[in-house]
């Protein structure tokens, strides 16, 4: 069955780039049906979509973040990343990516999450 | 674009049923079916229960129902059961081709 993880560094310092991996398996991230995106969840706090991409490379950005925000496919490693730019320790966060059903549709199946911290 | 509104708190009785609300607006909840619900457990990832406003996953309890009317959506739990005991968020396509999730409820069972 379809499987995400997330990879990265759990700690990053403050106005630094924040850069974190997904790597797909048992199945391909080209499905023409899905979307990919990425979410986070600051601690005891709720859930915040930061945006999703589509296998072509098309994405779309929560507006509030799209400044810092550059979300990148890699079909031939099955993979898709992030990267936050100038992070602050609001950014601090359990970030989580998930497959997306179309670009309008729901998370459906997610990653496990992981833990990245702000701090110098 | 604003988090769509949830109580904190739900709470309930083994058995009974009860129903958490979302409310958005005319370009979000009110203007899409795109809307979904998640269950999340401490320390786990969300898990998808609802979406496009009233359709299950496959696997999922046919306890958990959905419902949309104007700009707020519902999710019901009926037969509140122990496991039930979760944080629930809600979310919604928007007209600013961007996605939103709610504030988010605590559901307890008494």
């Known amino acids: 069955q379809l499987q995400l993880q997330e990879s990265g560094p759990g700690l990053v310092k403050p106005s630094e780039t924040l850069s974190l991996t997904c790597t797909v398996s048992g199945g391909s991230i080209s499905s023409s049906s899905y979307y990919w995106g990425w979410i986070r969840q600051p601690p005891g706090k709720g859930l915040e979509w930061i945006g999703s991409i589509y296998y072509s490379g098309s994405t779309y950005y929560n507006p509030s973040l799209k400044s810092r925000v550059t979300i990148s496919v890699d079909t031939s490693k099955n993979q898709f990343s992030l990267k936050l730019s100038s992070v602050t320790a609001a950014d601090t966060a359990v970030y989580y990516c998930?497959?997306?059903?179309?670009?309008?549709?729901?998370?459906?199946?997610w990653g496990q999450g992981t833990m990245v911290t702000v701090s110098s | 674009q604003s988090a769509l509104t949830q109580p904190a708190s739900v709470s309930g009785s083994p058995g009974q049923s009860i129903t958490i609300s979302c409310t958005g607006t005319?370009?979000?909840?009110?203007?899409?079916?795109?809307v979904s619900w998640y269950q999340q457990h401490p320390g786990k990832a969300p898990k998808l229960m609802i979406y496009?406003?009233?359709n299950r996953p496959s696997g999922v309890s046919n306890r958990f129902s959905g419902s949309k009317s104007g700009n707020t959506a519902s999710l019901t739990i009926s037969g509140l059961q122990a496991e039930d005991e979760a944080d629930y968020y809600c979310s919604s396509y928007t007209s600013s081709s961007a996605y939103v999730f709610g504030t988010g409820t605590k559901v307890t069972v008494l």
């Open positions: 005319s370009s979000d909840v009110g203007g899409y079916n795109y």
């Open positions: 998930a497959r997306q059903d179309g670009g309008e549709g729901a998370f459906d199946i």
């Open positions: 496009e406003v009233s």
